[in-house]
């Protein structure tokens, strides 16, 4: 990545206090121009709660200041109860962080070095925080850029898919609750506070994973915070950001059909990152994309951001499977609208072992999957792919083995495909619930499957995941399953591949039972939706290189280290998959902090029986400098019978080396057809 800055001085402001209303006070950080307050400028805003000082800094630092040169005034805020804010912390997008959030904007707009004018930008958290609070209309916000977010905090996020538990709820929730219990900085809150403080935070802190695991199903719990409640609420601007390895592509798609605003989407191969740092690569120019956004609607500048198409995408040539990739080859494409009009649907019935567009001779078929289906799919979503992380989906023939599956013909032309596959399958299922896990892949004329996509349904969940309705054996159903939008070219000569199966371990939790599912092969369809090139789609300029301002100076005090294997137990035909991520530690050289992060994740389930499946997971972070050195670790460990999960979490604070906090709950969590 090039690194340079705009032609405007900058300066930091390290921490600023913001009021709020019932006396808590928001830490904030701020890059300004630095004749900001005899010239005003617009704000944007990054609110979340990973640690300002010490947590996001490194990538903070590649970003804001390159903002504040062009003409910006960049604030990062950490959230109520986390890093050096004050208050506590509750739960993630809780109406209070929402409250918080619109007090602030407040504030910001009425500072001297402020125009007025605000938006709001995040990746992750931060891109949730932006549409949630653009839903409340704050007086002063235009326009906002949410990356690898969601719309709906049920359906397409990190705790269920399709009505199926995912593993990430258990890896993600012992993250949350251990990172947001760190220890303030004492430069910032005072050496007389700082351990005061940071007790409270210990003795507060509550594994919200708990809450997760409790609501089963689409409730008011998870209502709360899904935009997708009332796209109507949202009047600003949305620029709408993702890649085909993260977790939250889908949302793009539903917020550029859904919204009614002006609105722009731009997807690429990446994981869970920005794009001017996107890995796969190609990493793009996002930096100056997002300046072109924030001139047209911050400062009311032309920059011909509006008169481009709605949506760029990169569509996906394909490429060996592998558990990482630096690059994934494809191109751009554009399309006016979405639903786009240059994207139709192609329909394949199916046969045994067939796919084709023509009638298939009839054929009833059954599958009933080894719990150990699955272990070829690499991670719900790629975040840690910038570490050279091996998160990506392997050579599907491990997977297919235990999977019904229907290949097409060889094809006579390249198949481009851009939206959501469909699948439409008449069964029967002997058990009242099940996991449906379907995958599109490219089988090569080698034999290679590379996997393009897939989709996961909990069959008690096919009508609704608010009112839930069982299977009854030897009834037959209509199902419809959605796969995860995606862009890919299948090249001439390769098979489209169509995998069923009945797990998906261990990106999903198991089915309380292993279940037999009947397919009426002749009474199903695959829609594909094929989108042939169009000549608008070579006309807009390339996107520049990638840019960002200066890295902060860092020194490597201890290596990091990243494991990943599986283990296979003939004798109990269990498998075990292992994922270590040391992160090492890092000195932060301006400002003496050390930070250090350790984790690991052990999946293990007998491939005859779903109710040996278990998951543990430990987390730890690290964070010192002179005599304050602290850390806090959790370790969460789920099992389950039929009817039950059981939750096993402990939880641990340290200063200078000494425990000197302990917590630990219990829990015993109803299975409501999941």
């Given amino acids: 990545m090039k690194t340079g800055l705009g032609p405007l ?6 921490n600023v206090w913001i009021p709020l209303s019932d006396g808590t006070r928001l830490a904030a950080k701020i890059w300004l121009p630095e004749d900001a307050t005899s010239n005003p400028v617009p704000a944007i805003v990054d609110y979340i709660p990973y640690r300002k000082r010490d947590g996001t800094v490194l990538e903070d630092e590649r970003m804001y200041p390159y903002f504040a040169s062009h003409g910006y005034a960049s604030i990062r805020i950490d959230i109520r109860g986390t890093g050096d804010s ?16 619109v007090e ?23 891109g949730f925080s932006a549409l949630q609070v653009a839903a409340r209309q704050p007086k002063g916000l235009k326009a906002i850029i949410t990356t690898c977010s969601t719309d709906d905090r049920y359906a397409d996020d990190a705790h269920y898919m399709g009505g199926c538990v995912l593993n990430d709820t258990l890896v993600w929730g012992t993250s949350c609750f251990v990172r947001m219990a760190q220890s303030p900085d004492p430069e910032i809150v005072g050496e007389d506070h700082w351990r005061a403080m940071w007790m409270k935070r210990l003795e507060n802190a509550r594994p919200a994973l708990i809450d997760w695991l409790t609501h089963q199903r689409r409730d008011d719990f998870w209502k709360h915070g899904s935009v997708c409640e009332d796209y109507g609420a949202i009047d600003c601007a949305v620029f709408a950001v993702g890649g085909w390895a993260d977790g939250y592509s889908n949302a793009i798609f539903r917020l550029l059909s859904k919204l009614e605003g002006p609105r722009r989407g731009l997807i690429g191969p990446w994981g869970h990152k920005y794009p001017h740092e996107g890995v796969p690569g190609p990493a793009i120019g996002f930096l100056q994309e997002c300046l072109r956004w924030w001139d047209h609607w911050l400062k009311a500048k032309d920059t011909g951001i509006m008169q481009e198409p709605m949506l760029r995408s990169w569509i996906l040539d394909r490429a060996e499977p592998a558990a990482h990739y630096e690059e994934r080859p494809g191109h751009w494409v554009a399309d006016p609208s979405w639903p786009s009009p240059h994207v139709s649907s192609r329909v394949y019935r199916l046969g045994a072992g067939m796919l084709g567009e023509q009638p298939l001779p009839r054929a009833t078929l059954e599958i009933s999957s080894p719990a150990t289906v699955g272990i070829a799919g690499g991670e719900w979503c790629a975040y840690g792919l910038a570490r050279v992380g091996p998160e990506m989906p392997l050579d599907q023939r491990w997977d297919d083995g235990g999977s019904l599956i229907f290949d097409s013909h060889p094809l006579t032309e390249a198949t481009p495909i851009l939206g959501s596959p469909v699948l439409e399958l008449e069964i029967t299922c002997d058990k009242p619930t099940a996991i449906l896990a379907v995958r599109l892949s490219d089988v090569s004329p080698s034999g290679e499957v590379t996997r393009v996509t897939y989709g996961l349904l909990n069959l008690s969940h096919r009508d609704s995941h608010e009112n839930l309705q069982p299977m009854e054996a030897r009834k037959s159903y209509s199902i419809r399953l959605a796969m995860n939008e995606i862009g890919y070219a299948f090249p001439p000569g390769h098979r489209i591949r169509l995998s069923v199966s009945t797990a998906y371990w261990p990106i999903a939790f198991p089915a309380p039972q292993r279940a037999t599912l009947g397919i009426y092969a ?3 369809r695959l829609h594909l939706p094929v989108r042939m090139p169009q000549p608008g789609d070579h006309e807009l300029p390339a996107f520049g290189a990638a840019e960002g301002s200066p890295s902060m100076p860092t020194t490597v005090v201890k290596p990091g280290n990243l494991e990943r294997f599986v283990r296979m137990d003939i004798l109990r035909r269990q498998v075990t998959v292992t994922v270590k991520c040391d992160d090492g530690s890092v000195r932060l050289d301006p400002i003496g902090t050390v930070v250090g992060h350790d984790k690991y994740m052990f999946y293990s389930v007998a491939e005859s029986d779903p109710s040996t499946a278990r998951t543990e997971v430990y987390e730890r972070y690290e964070l010192g400098r002179g005599t304050w050195q602290t850390a806090v670790e959790g370790r969460t460990v789920m099992t389950a019978t039929n009817s039950t ?3 096993q979490i402990d939880f641990g604070g340290y200063a200078n080396g000494e425990r000197i906090f302990d917590r630990s709950w219990s829990k015993d969590i109803p299975r409501d057809f999941v």
């Fill in 522 to 524: 002749h009474a199903s």
């Fill in 104 to 126: 602030a904007i407040d504030w910001i707009t009425r500072q001297v070095w402020c125009s007025g004018s605000v938006g709001m930008i995040g990746i992750s958290w931060g």
């Fill in 645 to 647: 999960f059981h939750l």
């Fill in 9 to 14: 001085p900058v300066t930091l402001v390290d």
């Fill in 86 to 101: 004050e208050g506590l912390f509750e739960d993630e997008y809780v109406k209070q962080e929402q409250d918080d959030a």
